[in-house]
């Protein structure tokens, strides 16, 4: 009985899975391709900004374990990109007290002052850009920008990403950077065709 129900289940998820892939535009039957390309403010590299893509009917994102550090004074990487529902571990590495809080778009907190060696953890259960400070440090900030897509990637120094494993289809993308207003369009996947988001 259970086995039969089990199967039932089962296949009423693939046939919604299948649903899903073919309004979305996505060729099931398609090896899984990816999206490289560039992001760019100005004509110049964009670096630490992150670009994903709308897959609401995808498989969720793995929640792993991530890390942002506090260390030389700086939290380090200063942008962060993670699923919703993933816990990030604030240590401080710092040989002098620090604090960590946040107040904008996601879910506030204060994780207090905290010494040498020790670590707090926060976990993001909502799309957001998290902003995060020190009120001991003020020039300290960083972003964590929670997603809800397994479809994610961070820039690198030239302004270059890659999102492996992203079924060949249309998607609309949305990329944000510090500073600037954030960038939603469409873009084709496994079209062979080179990707690039310019900010003026």
């Not at 897959?55 to 929640?63: C, W």
Request: with cysteine; hydrophobic share 45%; aromatic share 10%.
């Amino acid at each position: 009985m259970h086995s039969q129900m089990g199967k039932a289940v089962a296949t009423a998820l693939g046939i919604a899975t299948l649903v899903w892939l073919a309004a979305a535009g996505i060729d099931a039957a398609a090896e899984p391709s990816g999206l490289a390309g560039r992001l760019l403010a100005g004509g110049r590299p964009a670096a630490e900004a992150v670009i994903w893509l709308d897959a609401p009917g995808a498989p969720r994102a793995h929640e792993g374990r991530f890390v942002v550090r506090q260390r030389n004074m700086a939290f380090v990487p200063r942008v962060l990109a993670v699923p919703v529902g993933s816990t990030v571990e604030l240590p401080n590495d710092d040989r002098i007290f620090h604090n960590v809080f946040s107040f904008t778009n996601g879910t506030p907190f204060d994780l207090g002052v905290y010494p040498t060696g020790a670590s707090k953890r926060i976990t993001l259960d909502r799309p957001a850009v998290n902003r995060l400070y020190c009120n001991i440090h003020p020039h300290m900030a960083a972003y964590i920008i929670a997603v809800d897509s397994p479809y994610y990637a961070t820039t690198d120094k030239t302004g270059a990403f890659t999102i492996r494993d992203v079924p060949a289809g249309r998607y609309t993308y949305h990329a944000w950077r510090s500073g600037a207003e954030m960038l939603s369009a469409t873009v084709t996947v496994g079209d062979g065709q080179p990707f690039e988001v310019a900010w003026r």
